[in-house]
């Protein structure tokens, strides 16, 4: 159980374009997802929490106009990444948690390169 | 503030090597404790976990022991095999600052046979 999914799995874009990243929760409900963003060799940055129905907290340094959040559902969060730029080229991992529970159940990630 | 702190790699063991990744957190509240694991080109996938003092979280073979007198999650596996290799991350969640996440800054595995 606690499966999360998302898609895609890889993308390539080119600058100036927008990209959509879906993730979602296939066997729970999920009261709250979360974004993150791990660069090479690097650690899990988170970027922001989403809740159900409401707005998306961004963390400090992250521009909210860009990675737009929505959580339109219980299952379902998207992540899109407007006027990419080749410094947006990064692993995308989002993650979502039961409601009342303290872990995290990670999706498989998505691979942005902007070119 | 909250934070974990890893030891830093990258550790590169023989097959059947014991294996030991530090970790140690600083946490305002009453942390949950972490173990996770990442394969090359994949997400993170929950290794263990303990939710309070003295609890010991296992899985696979590895073992972790909520120390809190230390404030350390060491990571250990007495028989390390090639498919251990992976980058591990350990992390906290605490209850107060609304289940947020802190990751310490990973640890790559490399088991040679």
């Known amino acids: 159980g606690a499966v999360v999914s998302q898609h895609p799995s890889r993308v390539i874009c080119k600058s100036g374009t927008s990209v959509k990243i879906e993730c979602r929760s296939l066997d729970f409900q999920a009261t709250t997802m979360f974004w993150y963003r791990q660069f090479p060799k690097q650690s899990l940055m988170l970027m922001a929490t989403s809740n159900e129905g409401s707005k998306a907290t961004y963390e400090q340094g992250v521009e909210k106009d860009k990675f737009l959040i929505n959580h339109a559902s219980l299952t379902l969060s998207t992540l899109t990444v407007t006027s990419a730029h080749p410094e947006d080229s990064s692993f995308y991992i989002c993650?979502?948690?039961?409601?009342?529970?303290?872990?995290?159940?990670f999706g498989p990630g998505t691979r942005l390169t902007v070119l | 503030g909250d934070s974990v702190t890893q030891m830093e790699g990258p550790v590169t063991l023989s097959e059947e090597a014991f294996l030991t990744i530090n970790c140690t957190y600083t946490a305002t509240g009453y942390p949950s404790l972490f173990w996770y694991v990442q394969y090359p080109g994949e997400g993170l996938q929950l290794l263990l976990k303990a939710t309070k003092a003295d609890d010991k979280g296992s899985n696979k073979g590895f073992e972790a022991t909520y120390r809190k007198e230390t404030t350390s999650f060491h990571l250990e596996k007495g028989s390390v095999q090639v498919s251990d290799s992976a980058v591990y991350f350990c992390?906290?969640?605490?209850?107060?600052?609304?289940?947020?996440?802190?990751f310490g800054t990973g640890t790559s595995l490399t088991v040679i046979p």
């Open positions: 992390a906290l969640s605490v209850e107060n600052t609304g289940n947020q996440f802190y």
């Open positions: 993650s979502a948690r039961l409601a009342g529970g303290a872990s995290q159940y």
